[in-house]
């Protein structure tokens, strides 16, 4: 096989003994996979009855891409399918002939696995991880977890690769941008991957490239991750990352609250949010929940913090509808404040409705860092829920303030914007209190 100047140099990170982590991520046609699955085939016949994992948000395009492509590199190698190994598609295994073993995995984050604990039984020696802007952080720190297998009777360090694209989330923040501020810990790298690197890409391709729409030619070609500066964002990356930093914000105990957002059994969270100001001193999810949960939750939160009635504020559409009515005088959560988001905005402020206007709220003290999210446990979901907080349909007849849907929303993430709904709903209790429930 030949390799690129690049792609020897991510090679000699995989086998030193410095490098936990290893991230190589940029442009398309960088010759990413090929690396990672050379790396694997390597192992497996370096280290006899080695045992690895190779992942990807969804098994069946990793069975589409990169399976495909470790098979070409077997082939190259001189390592015959049937012969020098097998693959169960059943049991998404590949076992070689000396006892080497690589695993299959699906890696995206489900609602009824959050914290992944069908992976707490895996132990491997080494993973490759492909597309990981695809996954949660979560997904990657339980991964490095389980990197212990024969590590000492091999001599090893544990070792995670990773590929991707350009993207705005938890791989910006904890590699590329790092890598670019001379702030990378030792034990992780960053590798800037660029089509231009790989001298063996057909140039009729790179001319496929150059005919792209700009946004997509910026991360695929030119592998740009700030591609995505939308004008229509009502916050910006970086101003988004603030509020996880924002430490100058203080806590004050005399403004406690709660924020809910409510989901009962589908596949929406149940995200509880405790506020000492304008500070988020808690967050809690709870995956699924029954009627007498969502009380529950909500109860234990405001007697630990001893948060009164008054100051609590639920999701009222929905399943909310029965935990407490909309003036707050009746219902299970008596005196609790019920937000309609689509009720009227309030003070006749130019708002399509109630969430937008505290959407809108939210990112204006948000932008001017008035807010500090100090848990920050959820950031890698919540930084691309906040990234969907955007104008829209500028062009409407009625001239009120829009933002982006819900349902686009979902459309775009794939999962319901809980945290921020629980985030936004403290503006309301910010809003003026005439005419509070109209």
């Known amino acids: 096989m030949k390799f690129s100047i690049k792609q020897t140099e991510v090679l000699d990170i995989l086998e030193d003994n410095i490098h936990n982590e290893i991230v190589f991520g940029g442009g398309v046609s960088g010759g990413k996979s090929v690396v990672g699955c050379y ?32 098979f070409e590199v077997c082939k190259l190698q001189g390592v015959i399918k049937g012969v020098d190994f097998n693959y169960n598609q059943q ?10 073993e690589i695993l299959l995995k699906d890696l ?32 990657w720190q339980v991964l490095k977890s389980r990197i212990r297998y024969k590590l000492d009777e091999f001599g090893l360090i544990p070792k995670i690769m990773g590929t991707c694209n350009p993207s705005k989330n938890w791989v910006y923040a904890d590699y590329y941008k790092p890598n670019l501020d001379g702030t990378l810990e030792p034990y992780k790298a960053f590798i800037q991957s660029l089509i231009s690197d790989n001298p063996f890409v057909s140039k009729e391709y790179v001319k496929s490239l150059n005919q792209m729409d700009n946004a997509s030619k910026q991360r695929l070609l030119f592998g740009n991750w ?11 990356y ?21 924020t809910a957002d409510i989901a009962m059994e589908g596949a929406d969270k149940m995200v509880l949010t405790y506020w000492q100001g304008f500070v988020a001193e808690k967050i809690k999810v709870i995956p699924k929940t029954t009627g007498k949960d969502v009380i529950d939750a909500i109860e234990l939160m405001a007697k630990t913090y001893g948060v009164p009635k008054s100051r609590i504020v639920f999701d009222g559409d929905g399943v909310g509808n029965f935990i407490g009515s909309k003036d707050g005088t009746s219902g299970f959560l008596q005196g609790a404040k019920s937000f309609k988001n689509g009720s009227k905005a309030l003070n006749d402020e130019n708002y399509k409705n109630l969430k937008t206007q505290c959407i809108y709220k939210f990112a204006q003290r948000a932008s001017e860092a008035g807010y500090w999210i100090k848990d920050v446990r959820y950031r890698d979901e919540i930084v691309p829920e906040l990234e969907q907080l955007k104008r829209a349909n500028s062009d409407n007849d009625t001239g009120k303030l829009e933002v982006l849907c819900k349902e686009k929303i979902k459309q775009i993430i794939g999962h319901s914007p809980d945290f921020s709904d629980s985030l936004i709903m403290r503006e309301f209790l910010e809003l003026k209190r005439a005419g509070f429930f109209v």
């Open 39 to 70: 790396w694997i085939l390597k192992q497996c016949y370096k280290y006899p009855g080695s045992r690895h994992l190779i992942g990807r948000s969804m098994l069946s395009n990793l069975r589409n891409t990169t399976l495909k492509t470790f």
């Open 91 to 100: 049991t998404n295994t590949i076992l070689f002939t000396n006892g080497s």
């Open 108 to 139: 995206f984050q489900k609602p009824s696995d959050f914290e992944f604990d069908a992976l707490g039984g895996v132990e491997v020696t080494s993973v490759l991880c492909e597309e990981i802007a695809e996954l949660s952080l979560k997904a």
């Open 226 to 236: 700030d591609y995505d500066n939308d004008p229509s964002a009502l916050l910006t």
């Open 238 to 258: 970086d101003q988004i990352l603030d509020l996880f930093n924002n430490s100058h914000v203080l806590s004050d105990v005399s403004k406690k609250a709660i």
